[in-house]
């Protein structure tokens, strides 16, 4: 059976869960627009690697 045989201790759980805090994504700037974007992504204008891939339609 999974019982534990005694209390795991406050040190012992902290340093278990020393590798759980959140880790904030990487962003990079658009080369065409400058809006930030997350990286290996097309842009929201269209652009990936400096290259057009899409155009945006315009809403209204």
Known sequence: MGVPADKTTKSKRNKRRSHHALVRPNSSKCSQCG????????CSCGFYKGKEVF???MSS
């Not at 809006?35 to 097309?42: A, D, G, M, N």
């Open 35 to 42: 809006e930030l974007k997350f990286p290996h992504r097309v």
């Open 55 to 57: 155009t945006p339609k």
